[in-house]
């Protein structure tokens, strides 16, 4: 695993803004695996400018790893709404090649069958972006998820309900169940970019990079892929 430890949230989102600039510049069809949360924000802001400055999203094709059940594309909590509000309206990406889960769908285990195959069938992902759980979760795959999981119906961890409550008016809006990317299907992107900020995330960092790989820490699983860049803050490293 390749560890960058720059100083602080900008730093980080600069640095792997400028990751992803280097691989939209070498592959311009590029497949690219996004993430939602906090974490990625700033990086969505940099990629923003750059485009604005003439990079060209309009060959590339995209995947986010995960999505809320029950909330449509147009509630501002789903996942869909963020990737439009926070990248897909402002960049030239093609809306047919970006894809997020439906939360919507009215048979689940379907949506999932046909997200990995909509995953396949664009070549398998050249370089996805992942943030981590302070349970070093990594998309939706909550402690204890099988490391064989392709894209797969989830039961939230209370720790992640709790987490994601701020961005809901009360905790019992968040929705209890998502649909995610599985390990497995992460683990056959092509390269992988795991980003942290905060010190909230140290002891997950940690375990991911330095504990045992163990389905209890989905992240430590990273170990194991040939092509990880972890990029880091300095607070969210404070303890490797
Ligand atoms: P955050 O979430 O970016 O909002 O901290 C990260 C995650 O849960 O994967």
Redesign the pocket.
């Given at each position: 695993m390749n560890i960058v430890v720059v100083a602080n949230y900008d730093s980080m989102s600069a640095e792997v803004a400028k990751l992803l600039y280097a691989q939209i510049t070498r592959k311009p069809t590029s497949v690219l695996g996004l993430?939602?949360?906090?974490?990625?924000l700033g990086v969505y802001k940099l990629l923003v400018e750059y485009h604005a400055r003439g990079t060209d999203f309009s060959r590339l094709t995209t995947f986010n790893l995960d999505e809320y059940v029950g909330l449509a594309p147009d509630h501002p909590q789903s996942y869909n709404y963020y990737m439009k509000e926070n990248l897909f309206s402002k960049v030239n990406l093609k809306p047919e090649n970006t894809h997020v889960p439906n939360g919507l769908a009215p048979d689940l285990e379907a949506e999932c069958q046909r997200y990995e195959e909509l995953i396949k069938k664009a070549g398998g992902i050249d370089l996805q972006i992942?943030?981590?759980?302070?349970n070093g979760?990594?998309?939706f795959n909550e402690p204890g998820t099988d490391f064989g999981a392709i894209t797969h119906v989830v039961d939230l961890a209370e720790s992640?309900i709790r987490?994601?409550s701020r961005f809901f008016a009360s905790i019992d809006e968040v929705p209890t169940r998502a649909i995610s990317m599985g390990i497995k299907t992460i683990m056959q992107a092509k390269e992988i970019i795991l980003m942290a900020s905060g010190g909230s995330?140290a002891d997950a960092v940690y375990a991911a990079v330095h504990g045992p790989v163990t389905p209890d820490v989905p992240a430590s699983v990273l170990q194991l892929h040939p092509s990880v860049t972890l990029v880091v803050d300095q607070a969210a490293a404070s303890k490797l």
């Open positions: 993430a939602t949360g906090s974490t990625p992942l943030g981590i759980g302070t979760h990594i998309g992640t987490d994601n995330k």
